[in-house]
């Protein structure tokens, strides 16, 4: 009796410390599931947090990048025009003043709930000039446009003939001999008709120009002829202003560089050269309209001014992508946008860079550049290029060092060439290209 | 061999009666936890009666809630009373990144001294 019982308490103890020993170790598993729960959940939290970091930093930087791409629009297009400049900048401050005034007045019933809407808005009324040529949006008196002069010269050379003829019959009047005087007539008639035909093709600008050729371009520039009306009015005050008054009848050469031709530069740009390190050269002058300065040019279309006015592109855009507030996996836009200009000599522009200052970007950017350019068809100073005569210049440009040989092997290896000759040149312009022997060569260079 | 599907809160379930293999694999964050496993533990019980002289669990949690973890002690309990009878072995396996994982797995194995429980870093 007393045995069982004692052993029923053993069975019993033994039962309660089995249940025991397991609601222990139950609750340990407890603990334990609570403590991974709560490290997970931090580790999630903190997760949590740092992602809405990220989006509130990118949300910022996409505002500033929208913003500061309006403000790039509308700057271009205040730069492009020397009448508006500053307009685009100057409207959005005008605008929002008004918004806030009509705001407080009581008279009407408006308020102004999202500035950054009409600010926006007011950058970018104008944004649409940006595609307006600058002789419309600045047209000054009703008949000033892009003008190729050589009318007007050949418009002179008529005067020469009428001059000539005019000269003929008074002498004819006077009693000269009237077979004497015809044949020195028709001599005169040849002579500027071979003139004419001499400055008409100069103008064209296809090939070289000789010291020779300017030396007669100069002669055939200095006859005279005599103007009757006055040529102070019709104008409009930018172009009085740079203009000599004359009596008249006047004495006028049939070619000349005169005062009215000079343009004063206005646009500043240390500041810009200072902030960016360009290095280019600026001409005194915005441009220099003169005949016989630009009928000399001996090379091209392009004046000194103007061909400095090509090299300004790049400033500016530079200038322009350096305003954007570009996230850090987009900082070297500017950069490679900014080198594509730069030789590996150092020669090239704005910033006169070295070989290894220039990004491989920059060197394929240029690559790219010059290409299209050699091979397009639509732009009206020059023929199309055949493909063997674009590549034989890129290798040129590669033996003076002013692309990347390397990268110009990759160009034509890859046959990219061909592929982009295919899509975008004319049939006839696409001939037989030696490629190998070109590789050969830049390999041997 | 039975199957269930995963969904977005719940793993993928294969019992493999003939190759002894039970594997679960994916995300176990079901709203009644208890409710979704009790068929396997139904399909256990079944198995158990007749099973391989050898049973695999290849198990890899990427991501577990609480009761799921008190579900995997009950079930490894279930499991150490039958690893008296027939061998058993048990995978964890777990992503080298997923640290959570990892610690999740070495509580286990620490708490289930007689069983063959293997902590196994998944292969690339």
């Not at chain 2, 995978?91 to 293997?118: C, H, L, P, Q, S």
Request: proline share 3%.
């Amino acid at each position: 009796m007393k045995e069982n019982l004692i052993e029923e308490i053993e069975l019993v103890k033994s039962q309660t410390d089995k249940l025991f020993n397991k609601l222990l170790k139950d609750v340990e598993r407890q603990k334990k599931i609570m403590l991974r729960a709560d490290k997970r959940q931090k580790k999630e939290y903190d997760e949590l947090q740092k992602k809405l970091e990220e989006v509130e930093k990118l949300q910022i930087a996409q505002k500033n990048l929208l913003e500061s791409f309006i403000k790039l629009i509308a700057s271009a297009i205040d730069t492009k025009s020397p009448y508006t400049g500053g307009h685009c900048e100057r409207v959005p401050e005008l605008a929002i003043s008004l918004a806030k005034k009509v705001s407080e007045d009581s008279s009407i019933n408006y308020e102004l709930k999202n500035e950054k809407e009409l600010e926006y808005a007011a950058w970018l009324h104008d944004c649409g000039k940006i595609v307006t040529p600058e002789y419309v949006m600045d047209k000054a008196t009703k008949l000033e446009t892009i003008y190729n002069r050589i009318h007007e010269i050949r418009m002179r050379f008529e005067v020469l003939y009428r001059d000539i003829k005019i000269k003929a019959l008074e002498r004819i009047l006077a009693g000269e001999d009237k077979e004497e005087v015809e044949k020195w007539q028709k001599e005169e008639f040849d002579r500027v008709t071979k003139e004419w035909e001499f400055i008409a093709r100069v103008n064209v600008g296809g090939e070289f120009l000789s010291d020779e050729e300017i030396e007669k371009l100069k002669i055939i520039a200095s006859q005279e002829w005599i103007r009757y009306f006055d040529d102070n009015i019709g104008l409009s005050w930018t172009e009085k202003e740079r203009r000599e008054i004359t009596n008249i009848p006047s004495v006028e050469t049939l070619l000349a560089n005169k005062k009215e031709h000079l343009i004063p530069r206005e646009k500043q740009l240390s500041e810009m050269y200072k902030r960016h390190n360009f290095t280019t050269k600026i001409p005194e002058l915005e441009n220099n309209l003169g005949e016989i300065y630009n009928l000399s040019i001996k090379r091209g279309t392009l004046n000194n001014e103007e061909y400095f006015r090509i090299q300004e592109h790049i400033m500016m855009t530079i200038d322009m992508l350096e305003s954007l507030a570009f996230p850090d996996d987009l900082k070297n836009v500017p950069l490679i946008a900014g080198t594509h200009h730069e030789k590996l000599d150092g020669s090239g522009y704005p910033r006169g860079l070295k070989e290894n200052e220039i990004p491989i970007e920059g060197k394929m950017l240029a690559i790219a550049d010059v290409f299209e350019a050699l091979t397009s068809h639509d732009r009206p100073y020059k023929t199309p290029k055949k493909l063997s005569e674009a590549i034989k210049i890129l290798f040129f440009m590669a033996k003076d060092r002013h692309i990347d040989k390397e990268l110009l092997k990759v160009f034509l290896k890859s046959g990219l060439y061909l592929e982009y000759a295919k899509n975008y040149l004319l049939s006839e312009q696409i001939d037989e290209v030696d490629i190998n022997e070109i590789l050969k060569k830049l390999e041997e260079m | 061999m039975k199957k269930i599907e995963s969904t977005k809160y719940t793993p993928e379930i294969i019992l493999d009666e003939e190759n002894g293999v039970v594997e679960i694999k994916g995300k176990s964050y079901p709203e009644n936890t208890f409710e979704f496993y009790k068929q396997l533990m139904d399909w256990l019980d079944e198995y158990f009666e007749n099973p391989q002289s050898k049973t695999i669990f290849n198990i890899e949690l990427i991501y577990l809630n609480s009761s799921t973890s008190k579900f995997l002690y009950d079930l490894f309990d279930y499991l150490e009373e039958k690893s008296e009878k027939y061998e058993i072995e048990i995978n964890w396996i777990y992503d080298e990144e997923n640290e959570v994982a990892e610690e999740t797995g070495e509580d286990f194995k620490e708490d289930f001294e007689e069983i063959n429980f293997n902590l196994v870093v998944k292969e690339e």
